[in-house]
């Protein structure tokens, strides 16, 4: 059978889509273009209200293009599914699976089923007691130069505005053995570089499902395995950044140089009533001590506006914050009630047009800063691993994309290259363009 992912949210549901296609693949179904598919297995996100919306128009959609095709059927997985359970059946007839976070790793069992029993209708929607480890079998040799590689599941913070706990349930950290094996296998199918999956990966192994090992001696143990060029994760909560992983930045040097440490507000009342469990000066605290570790160290953040409550001072308190922390860039939102969470119930609640102006000058501030860091890396030299092929071509031939060790996206031509993705190319940055770079390939010294 032919399937089609579609993947919305974070990158959890993008490594569990990963997940997926390759287990798929190893048991017969093959991926296709959604045109050529009779499978279509939609990751859904619910941390706000679109794309919550957008899980309804995207199964209109399919429902629309696809009513002639008699084999058409659907899966949703991913936090919707897991919200919404067997009710997407009644709404949208063609779904015949829908699977939590958990019952991932029975999904292609399921699946097979649903192939052989036309009439079927199946729900994983149970969450396990302990990381529920899935299928490592490999359908190709060789693979992309990136991976994402998930270290636990689930979150225990319950941060007052967040859906999250809700639908991933409680935090379940995957046992270290499993991890190395799989970022080993990655490797040993061309994959340099691994991004470390969770909620809030800095209190990996400290829940009841953990061996024992922390975060800072998985980060030991990953960059261990041979061929692991680079290493990634997130997300990061403030509140729990050890000292350990902020040494890791300053003495691992396959550990890349940037970190996703979501602030949310730079007002310490906001702090207190999101149930963040730190304050401003412990955020200020945390970026000297990394910059000790690591001077060129590229920080991103998310930020909320709006949140009940939030008055002009707060939201200027915020602003100053992003100012003087000198984020490379930060994904920025406007707070939107999520069902069942704390801060649905807070009074007051902002309106929607202070709300969008305060975004939009958040945004303006937060681009600012990623014109003048891409500005100022013009006649820096850096390592690119090479991802493929760029989509535009450059006046000196075909061109290819990848990324600087700070995460920065670098279009460079390399004339006389084959196939260089999964290559590490020293280069020049020669041009900054609004969200990315372009380089040349530098001779090498040795
Ligand atoms: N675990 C991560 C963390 O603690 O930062 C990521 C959480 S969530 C998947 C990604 C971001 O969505 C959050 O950092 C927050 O900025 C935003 N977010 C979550 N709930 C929201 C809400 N109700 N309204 C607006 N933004 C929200
Ligand atoms: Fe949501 Fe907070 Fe957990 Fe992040 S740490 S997933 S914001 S509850
Ligand atoms: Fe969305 Fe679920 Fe991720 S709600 S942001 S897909 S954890």
């Known amino acids: 059978m032919k399937f089609h992912v579609i993947t919305m949210g974070c ?15 190893t048991t017969g179904f093959t991926p296709a273009p959604e045109h050529e598919a009779d499978l279509f297995i939609l990751f859904t996100c619910s941390v ?18 696809h009513r002639d095709n008699p084999n058409a059927c659907v899966a949703v997985g991913g936090c919707v599914a897991q919200q919404l359970g067997t009710s997407l059946w009644r709404r949208f007839p063609m779904v015949r699976l829908v699977f939590g976070t958990d019952g991932i790793a029975a999904a292609p069992r399921a699946l097979a089923r649903l192939a052989e029993e036309p009439g079927l209708r199946l729900s994983l929607l149970d969450f396990t007691e302990s990381y529920p480890e899935r299928d490592q079998s490999w359908p190709e040799d060789r693979l992309p130069p990136r991976a994402f590689v998930s270290i636990m599941q689930g979150c225990d913070n319950y941060c007052a505005y967040c859906i999250v706990p809700f639908v991933r349930g409680r935090q379940k950290s995957r046992g270290a053995a499993a991890v190395v094996e799989e970022c080993r296998n990655l490797a040993e199918r061309g994959v340099r570089e691994v991004t470390l999956l969770g909620q809030n990966v800095n209190s990996y ?6 061996d024992g090992t922390s975060f800072a001696r998985l980060l030991d143990a990953v960059a261990a395995v041979p061929g692991i060029a680079r290493i990634r994760f997130t997300t990061s909560h403030p509140k729990d950044l050890s000292d350990d992983v902020i040494e890791r930045f300053g003495s691992l040097p396959q550990l890349c140089p940037a970190l996703h440490l979501p602030v949310q507000s730079g007002s310490d009342r906001i702090l207190r009533r999101m149930g963040r ?50 984020f490379e860039s930060g994904f920025s939102f406007m707070y939107g009630d999520r069902p069942g969470t704390a801060s649905e119930r807070l009074e007051p609640k902002i309106a929607p047009e202070a709300k969008a102006a305060r975004l939009a000058e958040l945004q303006t501030l937060l681009d600012a800063g990623l014109t003048a860091s891409l500005a100022a890396r013009v006649g820096t030299s850096a390592e690119i691993l090479i991802e493929g092929p ?12 990848g990324r600087d060790p700070w995460g920065r996206i670098v279009n460079l031509p390399l004339p006389g290259h084959g196939d260089a993705a999964g290559t590490i190319v020293p280069a020049r940055i020669v041009q900054a363009k609004k969200h990315s770079l372009i380089g040349e390939a530098e001779a090498r010294d040795d």
Request: glycine share 8%; hydrophobic share 35%; net charge neutral.
């Open 277 to 326: 469990r730190y304050d401003t000066a412990d955020y200020r605290r945390l970026v000297a001590k990394l910059r000790r570790a690591r001077p060129d160290l590229a920080l991103t953040t998310d930020l909320i506006v709006g949140f009940p409550g939030e008055t002009e001072a707060d939201f200027k308190e915020t602003l100053d914050l992003v100012r003087e922390v000198r």
């Open 205 to 210: 192994g400290l829940d009841a499902s953990g």
């Open 11 to 25: 990158q959890m549901n993008v490594g569990d889509g990963d997940w997926l296609t390759r287990s798929l693949q």
């Open 390 to 401: 760029s989509r535009r071509d450059g006046a000196a031939g075909p061109s290819w994309r």
């Open 48 to 65: 706000r209200e679109k794309p919550e919306q957008k899980v309804a128009s995207e199964l209109g959609r399919i429902a629309d293009r």
